[in-house]
């Protein structure tokens, strides 16, 4: 079992940054692919960012492709969401999410574990 906490979301101006932070409990954090994932009012959940197990492959969705960047520090059990340049659409609540294997968009089966999920707003 992987717990998850997401923190750092809030209220910025367009063009301002956000660091979103996922807290995992457990000693096996280490193994698991992480990701990052985002719900609009109305719309589906949409991939955001993906990194792997190691650090060393990491994904962005196109929308966030320069904006976004996503890092881990698995001595801390905690992934990151660096968000610059933010626009109004990027407003949805994040969710990280943990898996043995590493998911990216489009893929058949979720995420096995999820957090609870941190509000982003962009004000234009």
């Known amino acids: 079992q992987v717990q998850l906490v997401e923190s750092g979301g809030g209220l910025v101006q367009a063009g301002g940054s956000l660091r979103l932070s996922c807290a995992a409990s457990?000693?096996?954090?280490?193994?698991?692919?992480m990701g990052w994932f985002r719900q609009a009012p109305g719309k589906e959940r949409e991939f955001v960012s993906a990194i792997s197990w190691s650090g060393t492959g990491t994904y962005v969705a196109d929308p966030v492709k320069g904006r976004f960047t996503i890092s881990r520090d698995n001595a801390k059990n905690t992934v990151y969401l660096q968000m610059n340049s933010l626009k109004p659409e990027d407003t949805a609540v994040y969710y990280c999410?943990?898996?043995?294997?590493?998911?990216?968009?489009?893929?058949?089966?979720?995420?096995?574990?999820w957090g609870q999920g941190t509000q982003v707003t962009v004000s234009s």
């Open positions: 999410a943990a898996d043995r294997i590493l998911k990216l968009e489009g893929a058949s089966k979720p995420y096995d574990y």
């Open positions: 457990g000693r096996t954090f280490s193994s698991y692919a």
